[in-house]
Each structure stands twice: as C-alpha cells, then as structure tokens.
C-alpha cells in the first residue's frame, strides 16, 4: 500500500505550495482534493488550493508530475440528501469529477451523500434516502463505466457510514462492476460502525483508504456525527483499531492521510510504515 497525503495541508494556500509540501514530507502521491466547477476567486487571487473541473487536465496532472506526485483520486464529495441546485456539489459535479479523471488517466473518483442540510432531507426516511442518494449516483456511475473509472462510495454520511446503508446503494445501482468504496477508518467509526467490520464486508469493494484516528473524546459524537475532514491526532495514538484494518487491506495499492499537523502526519506515516506500508 502507497502512503499519500490530502492536498490541504496549509489553510489560505494555493495548489503549488500544498503539492511541494507534500513531496517535501516525503510523499509519493497525493488527491486531487478540493475542487469547484468553473472559476474560483479563492484561487484566482492565490488563497485556495482549488482545482476547477472545467480546467485543462493536462494542466492538473502537471502541476503533480512537477513535484513527482502521482494523483490516486479525485475527490468529488457530494449533498446527495437535499435537493437538487445550482449551488450544490452534486450529480453535475461528480461527472465532471469523473471526465477530469479519465482524462488524467486517474482511475477513481470518490464521492459520498453527505449530511442534510435542508428540512426536507433531514425527515427523509431510510428508504427515501437510498433512492435520492442511487438517482444522483446513477448517470456518474454509467459515464464513468464508459471511461473506465470506478466511482468510490466513502462513509461520509449516515447512510455510506453504515454497512446496511452502504449495501442499499450498491444494490438500488445494480451492483455495477466500476462502483466500489473508499475505505474511512474515522468517518465509519465516528457514524457508529465498526471499521473491521467494514472492511471486511467490502474488502473486495475496497480501492482506496482514507486514513484517521480519533480519540475518546469523540465517543459521545458516535452515531451522531457522519464524517470529519481530517483527524487532530497521529494514527496508533487514539481508539480505532487501524493496525487490524490494515492487515484486512494491506492489498489496497494506494491510500490518503487525512491527518492535521505536520508531526502528525510524519508519525502516521511511520505507523503505518511499520505496519507494512511503503
């Protein structure tokens, strides 16, 4: 498995600088991480490390290769749950995720339902939540098919963080052969599930790995709050059982840190350096 680093290391810096610090550490590859359809002010004026989906992809996979980067994913994380708009990441978004990654020669792109934000999506019903999810999730999974890139479901929702909720996605969609999960350790076990347990039911759905580790603080947050962005502490210093997933998906080729702090990052990497990593 290929240790890789998040693309947000820095708050209020561009791309190049995220990408340099990355290499700097010692990485060898990293994710195309926040993005944006169109134009961004944020990067325009150079206090954002945004990558436009309308952008030349020969451009991006440049600015990785300049820094000896290989792009594992793009992330095109969505809200699934609420309605439809112009002004949410959602099913447009995600298939231009997945045309950015094809032409890349990136081979998955991760996405997931989210967290309700709107009235409406909050009182749907379980049932109502697998079809509103799969119905945004369709097209993307059928383009990317046809391109050759596997969509990534990630726990990052109450629906993705659950085996029950993942299991509906992937059965309401048929089950089709390019639609696989990005393993979180942090996200699975903060929605309540148990990341062993997650990842041994979709070991061979298993792609990518998103790493983190959270402390017991987090333990009263359980079943009430799906997925954090990073995790504040090192892998191995906290109550997930990282060492037992790793040995279920030590095969995987290439995984994510997700981890705040420079030191934090530096000690995850050696954990799972010594856990077998490269």
């Given at each position: 498995m290929k240790v890789g680093c998040f693309a947000l290391v820095d708050p209020f810096q561009v791309l190049d600088h995220q990408l340099k610090r990355i290499a700097d550490m010692g990485f060898s590859c990293a994710d195309v991480t926040d993005n944006?359809?169109?134009?961004?002010?944020?990067?325009?004026?150079?206090?954002?490390a945004t990558v436009s989906l309308d952008d030349n992809p020969h451009d991006v996979k440049k600015a990785f290769d300049k820094h000896g980067l290989t792009i594992t994913t793009v992330?095109?994380?969505?809200s699934l749950l609420d309605p439809s708009a112009p002004s949410r990441y959602g099913t447009n978004e995600i298939m231009k995720a997945v045309k950015l990654a094809a032409l890349m020669d990136v081979h998955h792109v991760v996405t997931s339902e989210g967290e309700a934000s709107t009235e409406w999506g909050e009182k749907l019903s379980f049932e109502q939540q697998v079809f509103t999810t799969s119905e945004k999730l369709y097209e993307p999974a059928r383009l990317a098919g046809d391109l050759g890139v596997s969509i990534l479901l990630e726990p990052h929702g109450p629906l993705t963080d659950t085996i029950k909720g993942m299991q509906a996605i992937f059965d309401t969609l048929g089950n089709p052969d390019n639609l696989g999960v990005n393993m979180d350790t942090g996200n699975s076990w903060l929605g309540g599930s148990d990341p062993v347990e997650f990842a041994k039911t979709f070991k061979d759905k298993i792609w990518h790995v998103h790493w983190k580790d959270l402390s017991s603080d987090y333990e009263e947050m359980r079943g009430k709050m799906f997925g954090c962005g990073f995790s504040p502490i090192a892998l191995g210093d906290g109550v997930i059982?990282?060492?037992?997933?790793?040995?279920?998906?030590?095969?995987?080729?290439?995984?994510?840190?997700?981890?705040?702090?420079?030191?934090?990052l530096k000690k995850s990497y050696e954990y799972l350096k010594s856990l077998g990593a490269e």
């Open positions: 944006h359809p169109g134009g961004s002010l944020g990067r325009e004026y150079g206090f954002a992330c095109a994380h969505a059982d990282i060492a037992s997933v790793f040995e279920i998906l030590k095969d995987v080729e290439y995984c994510t840190l997700e981890i705040g702090g420079d030191e934090n």
